[in-house]
């Protein structure tokens, strides 16, 4: 039972134009949303979040986007540049006070130059 | 500041080996994660630890073991070492309260032959 889904394994995006990637999750329990990007060979590196008590959270070009009625949230980045191509996990986590964070299966994001 | 660091990189076992992979941080965080990721999914946590001399199960935590003697260092031991458990090892560590990002070593590829 997967509890936090990105439904999209690819997206690509022209050099300067909009990306847009989403995440699912089930479990009503999560209250925290992160973001994680992945190079080749390194660790997930974190970098965005939203708490539950907000709907918005905005770090640059980054934005994250939590609709909890539709149990949905998704990260804008604009403009996209091709330092971004990455993958892209989600996460979330609850009140426990222990941050066991679920992950996403991730998206592969691609920018075109 | 070296953050989270995993050795070794990479590991090749016979079946029925085992092994240790280490970790250690340097940023005094409480909470500290294993986490492995198969191809084409997303992280799955083994065990984790809130804190020296405590840790806990995960979601995946059969055919390991993990010990917390001290809060820089986190081992997870592979007692037995089964093809299923060829996947890519992240620890990770989290200073909690008010900062829930997780930071991430830069992983281990295990492959079990």
């Known amino acids: 039972d997967q509890q936090v889904k990105q439904n999209s394994p690819s997206l690509s995006v022209q050099e300067g134009r909009i990306s847009i990637l989403n995440c699912d999750y089930t479990?009503?329990?999560?209250?925290?949303f992160l973001w994680y990007k992945k190079y080749p060979a390194e660790g997930p590196t974190f970098l965005i979040s939203?708490?539950?008590?907000?709907d918005k959270n905005e770090d640059g070009r980054f934005t994250v986007f939590l609709n909890k009625s539709a149990k949905h949230l998704s990260l804008h980045i604009v403009p996209s540049q091709p330092g971004d191509s990455a993958v892209y996990f989600c996460?979330?986590?609850?009140?426990?006070?222990?941050?066991?964070?679920?992950f996403g299966t991730g998206t592969r994001l691609k920018v075109l130059a | 500041n070296a953050g989270v660091t995993q050795t070794p990189k990479f590991r090749i076992l016979k079946i029925g080996q085992s092994m240790t992979l280490q970790c250690t941080q340097d940023?005094?965080?409480?909470?500290m994660y294993w986490y492995r990721q198969d191809p084409g999914m997303g992280l799955k946590l083994i065990y984790y630890?809130?804190?020296?001399?405590?840790?806990d199960k995960g979601e995946v935590p059969n055919g390991y073991n993990v010990s917390r003697s001290t809060t820089e260092d986190f081992p997870l031991r592979l007692e037995l070492a089964a093809p299923s458990q060829t996947s890519v090892y992240f620890c990770?560590?989290?200073?909690?309260?008010?900062?829930?990002?997780?930071?991430f070593g830069q992983g281990t590829r295990l492959t079990v032959v």
């Open positions: 996460a979330a986590g609850g009140a426990s006070g222990t941050y066991k964070y679920i």
């Open positions: 479990n009503s329990m999560f209250d925290y």
């Open positions: 939203i708490s539950s008590i907000k």
């Open positions: 940023m005094n965080h409480n909470y």
């Open positions: 630890s809130v804190g020296a001399g405590i840790t």
């Open positions: 990770a560590s989290i200073l909690g309260g008010q900062n829930t990002e997780a930071f």
